[in-house]
Each structure stands twice: as C-alpha cells, then as structure tokens.
C-alpha cells in the first residue's frame, strides 16, 4: 500500500446540548465534524484508518471545562465525553501515534497553537488540564479513533474570559524560511494547488551554524507532526509523513489543500529532548 486513499470528512454536525459546557460559545460556528486527512505511511500499523462521514456522523464528543468562566493563565480541565449516537459511552479508542487523544486548541487569528494529549480516564471520557494565554475565543479540536469505527476529529468553540488582545492578521508568508529555538526552517512546497496532492518538505538547518540538523528524534513516533488549519476554521488536517525513519535534516509529509483559501500550517520536530513549532501561511489558489 502506497498510501491511503484520502477521506475528506465534510460535515457540520450539532453537537448535542449538555448541562455543563462552561464557557461554550453555542452562538459562535460549532464545526463538528472537520475535515480530516490522514496519510498512512508504508509500514506504519500504529495508525487507524479513517471512518467514513455516517460512522463519524453516529459519534458525538461534548467538551465541558472545569470552570464555567475560564480564565486566562489559569489551569482549566478540558473533558470531552465520547458517546455513540444513544448517548452511550464509547470506551474503546485505538492508539494514534502513541496517544489516544490528540488536542489542538488555536486561538481564533490562529495566533496560539497548542498540541496536548487527554488521558483516557475510561467510559468514554478523556481529560487534560491546560492554560489559556487571553481572553477571547480558541477551538478545541480533539482527534482520536474509535476502535472498530475509525478516526475522526470533532471540535468545540470557546470562550475565555477577559478581554482578547488585537487579532493578528493571517497573512502569507512570503518566506518560507523561519528561525524558531536556532533552527532554521525552509519548507518546499511542490506545487500549491486546492484539491491536489503535494509535497511538503521541511528541511532543517542550525540557523547560526547553517549546518543541517540530522539528529531529529522520534516525536509520537514520527520525525514530525503537522496540523493544517484554514483560515475560516472548519479544514483541519492532520498530516504524518511519509518517511516517518528521518531524523532530518529532512522531513517529507504529503497531503492536499481541500479549497483554495488561506492555510496555517505548524510543523512540529523534536531534537535533544525539546519539541519545537514552526508556523507557516501559505495561500492555495
Ligand atoms: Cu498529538
């Protein structure tokens, strides 16, 4: 198997009300279901396929916080309860990339980034505790694989307390060369195209020494992670790559832009211990 075919997972289910979602913004865009892509490198069991839109359409995930009002810089857990369309717990949840859950919650200028893993505390529940950095508004999206009905991601609109600060403008970049924690990072983009395949490749430098970095280590089991966001919310891609072995100064993913639009795109690496961040903008034609 050279790669999976790709499932585009398109939907906007209404997540159903619950009592306690302190914080939940139900007059914001409640995406549900997002767009999900994953790829399944060759060799690579540790990952499960994706479920089709009526199997990822029958499971529900509500999101409650530990604190009604969250507030900035202070621990809030999140839980997410995974239930069937009955509203019975789900409880088996096959392993991803060595976790069970992955989370990414992104403010929404897309400013923030944060990738955090749930504990699965059993019955279908999940919790992390976490930090927001303002006020203002951040999606959680949560990503994780029912066994027997395949991966899926569903997400959830919130509210911080406290004034947000400006929003940042999402604008291309024009140089996809960034330096992040002294690594310099340029990603080569094949072709840039809506709805076609294409390469993506970081490649990574010392960003004083301009030496490549060929000793990346294994992050989630992998050379590196990328989450892809639109601009608008509601395409979320997670993306593995394809030579999952590298440890740099190389690391090769391939995925596709659903719609022309604007993408943030934040790849994550992990060298002497330390995971490290890159973001880019790019614009699909
Ligand atoms: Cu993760």
Redesign the pocket.
């Known amino acids: 198997m050279k790669k999976a075919a790709i499932t585009l997972l398109l939907s906007a289910a209404i997540l159903s009300a619950c009592g306690n979602m302190g914080g939940m913004n139900h007059s914001g865009k409640m995406n549900g279901d997002k767009s999900s892509e994953m790829h399944h490198p060759t060799g690579n069991m540790d990952m499960a396929p994706a479920a089709d839109q009526s199997q990822a359409e029958s499971v529900k995930a509500m999101f409650m916080l530990s604190n009604d009002k969250p507030q900035p810089n202070s621990e809030t857990t999140i839980s997410v309860h995974v239930q069937d369309k009955d509203g019975k717990a789900i409880d088996k949840f096959d392993v991803n990339?060595e976790?069970q859950m992955?989370?990414?919650i992104v403010s929404k200028d897309l400013s923030f980034f944060n990738?955090?893993?749930p504990a699965y505390k059993g019955n279908g529940e999940f919790t992390v505790s976490t930090q927001f950095p303002s006020g203002g508004e951040y999606e959680i999206i949560s990503?994780f694989a029912p066994t027997g009905i395949g991966a899926m991601s569903k997400s959830q609109w919130i509210t911080v307390e406290g004034t947000p600060p400006a929003a940042k403008p999402i604008v291309p970049d024009t140089s996809l060369t960034k330096v992040v924690d002294g690594k310099e990072v340029t990603l080569f983009l094949d072709h840039v195209m809506a709805n076609m395949e294409l390469n993506l490749n970081f490649s990574i430098k010392d960003a004083q020494t301009k030496d490549p970095i060929s000793d990346l280590q294994p992050y989630?089991g992998a050379v590196g992670?990328v989450v892809i966001l639109n601009q608008e919310g509601g395409e979320y891609l997670h993306v593995h790559p394809t030579d999952e072995k590298s440890s740099g100064p190389d690391a090769k993913f391939m995925t596709s832009f659903p719609h022309s639009g604007v993408y943030k795109i934040w790849g994550q690496f992990q060298q002497n211990g330390k995971v490290f961040t890159v973001p880019f903008v790019v614009k699909v034609p």
Do not use: A, Q, T
């Open positions: 990339h976790k992955h989370m990414i990738h955090i893993h990503d989630l992670h």
